[in-house]
T-cell receptor, first 110, second 112 residues
C-alpha cells in the first residue's frame, strides 16, 4: 500500500469548512483513498473513499487531484464534535488490511 | 441496521492467562478484521477473516489467533498474556473491496 503524509495537527473555527490534506505521491492505479476519523477512546469511523473522481456523502467531500498524488477531505461546516484524529489511508482494497499512520489531529475551536 | 458489536467492553486479566474477545459484524458483512491500538504503536492490523478463512495476517506473535464462524461472527484469542498486551482491541467489518470498514467500540484489555 502506498505511503501517506498528513499534517500532524490543524485547527478550524466552528462553522467553517475544514480542509484536511493528504499526500500519496506513490499511489498506484488500483489503489483507493480512504478517510477515517477517531474520536478519543472510540473506534475509528469510516468517512469516505474514492478512486479518482471526487466524492461526496452526508459527512464530507473528497477531492482527489487529477494525477491522484494528493487529496483533500472537506468537512463543509465543522462542529465541535468533528474534533478527532483524521486518517488518510491508501489501499488496494483486495485485502482489508488498513495501515494507519499518525493522522491529523483536527481541533474545532468555538 | 445494528453496528459492529464487541464484547466484553472492558477486561482485566493476569499475566500468563489467556483471553477470548468476541465480535459480531454488521449483518451481511463477511469480512472481519482485528486491530490492536496502544499509545506507543498506534493502530496495528492483527488479522482479517473472510468466509471463515484467514485472508491476511499482521506481524504479531502466534499467541494471537482468531477464527470466524459461519455466521461471520469472529473471536480472537490471546494466550499467555503479557503486560504489553494491554491495549484497545478493535474489530471492523466490511463488505468486500472497495467498501469502507466499520469499527466497533473496542475491548479494552488490561493485563496486570
Amino acid at each position: 500500500d502506498a505511503k501517506t503524509t498528513q499534517p500532524t495537527s490543524m485547527d478550524c473555527a466552528e462553522g467553517r469548512a475544514a480542509n484536511l490534506p493528504c499526500n500519496h505521491s506513490t499511489i498506484s492505479g488500483n489503489e483507493y483513498v480512504y478517510w477515517y476519523r477517531q474520536i478519543h477512546s472510540q473506534g475509528p469511523q469510516y468517512i469516505i473513499h474514492g478512486l479518482k473522481n471526487n466524492e461526496t456523502n452526508e459527512m464530507a467531500s473528497l477531492i482527489i487531484t487529477e494525477d491522484r498524488k494528493s487529496s483533500t477531505l472537506i468537512l463543509p461546516h465543522a462542529t465541535l464534535r468533528d474534533t478527532a484524529v483524521y486518517y488518510c489511508i491508501v489501499n488496494s482494497g483486495s485485502a482489508r488490511q488498513l495501515t494507519f499512520g499518525s493522522g491529523t489531529q483536527l481541533t474545532v475551536l468555538p | 441496521k445494528a453496528g459492529v458489536t464487541q464484547t466484553p467492553r472492558y477486561l482485566i486479566k493476569t499475566r500468563g492467562q489467556q483471553v477470548t474477545l468476541s465480535c459480531s459484524p454488521i449483518s451481511g458483512h463477511r469480512s472481519v478484521s482485528w486491530y490492536q491500538q496502544t499509545p506507543g504503536q498506534g493502530l496495528q492490523f492483527l488479522f482479517e477473516y473472510f468466509s471463515e478463512t484467514q485472508r491476511n495476517k499482521g506481524n504479531f506473535p502466534g499467541r494471537f489467533s482468531g477464527r470466524q464462524f459461519s455466521n461471520s461472527r469472529s473471536e480472537m484469542n490471546v494466550s499467555t498474556l503479557e503486560l504489553g498486551d494491554s491495549a484497545l482491541y478493535l474489530c471492523a467489518s466490511s463488505l468486500d473491496r472497495p467498501f469502507g470498514a466499520f469499527f466497533g467500540q473496542g475491548t479494552r484489555l488490561t493485563v496486570v
